[in-house]
């Protein structure tokens, strides 16, 4: 019997592939403004929407389906600003909870408690990414034309923002 849920998961998987280029688009063009934190923070966001991807490869593996690569959307690359990009970043990142809480639903519809269970992990982890992009927001829109102030913003802080998610999935091919 097919599964929405597992179709949905597959679409997430390009989902996540794609906000893993986004990332990487706004730390080259970050990278090539001379704004090494702003780069260094999306380099990193960049590995863990990778993970992210790599975990539903794993879980469905695990469960024997089937995984089918789609075409990953070429990334937007030129922002006019560190808010700018920011305000990209938060916007994705809400679109991304509205599809990890879609998979959720699913999941539950088909009373598939492997599935629920499975999502949770990203449910946490979504709202502390929504978290963090409306931080950087503020703080972007604080410095205004002063991008230094967000350099040195992240320069202070780098570290400090534990993640309280929990233990997440495993991820196939190992977590970067």
């Known amino acids: 019997m097919a599964s929405k849920f597992h179709d949905l998961l597959r679409k997430q998987i390009t989902n996540e592939f794609g906000a893993m280029q986004q990332y990487v688009a706004i730390a080259v063009w970050a990278d090539a ?3 090494p934190q702003i780069a260094s923070h999306f380099y990193a966001h960049s590995r863990g929407e990778r993970n992210h991807a790599m975990m539903m490869v794993q879980y469905l593996l695990d469960r024997g389906e089937q995984i089918d690569f789609d075409q990953v959307e070429a990334p937007r690359s030129d922002f006019e600003s560190p808010a700018d990009a920011y305000r990209a970043a938060q916007a994705h ?5 509205g599809q990890i809480e879609t998979l959720f639903h699913a999941a539950r519809e088909e009373n598939d408690p492997l599935g629920e269970q499975f999502m949770l992990w990203f449910l946490r982890e979504q709202v502390e990414e929504v978290a963090n992009m409306d ?3 503020t703080i972007s ?10 350099e040195t913003y992240l320069n202070r802080e780098s570290g400090s923002g534990a993640s309280n998610t929990g233990t997440p999935p495993a991820t196939a091919g190992g977590a970067i």
Do not use: Q
């Not at 990142?93 to 909870?97: L, N």
């Not at 410095?143 to 967000?150: H, K, R, S």
């Open 93 to 97: 990142e809400v679109k991304v909870t």
């Open 135 to 137: 931080t950087m927001v």
């Open 33 to 35: 403004a001379d704004l």
């Open 141 to 150: 829109d604080r410095a205004g034309d002063n991008w230094f102030e967000i």
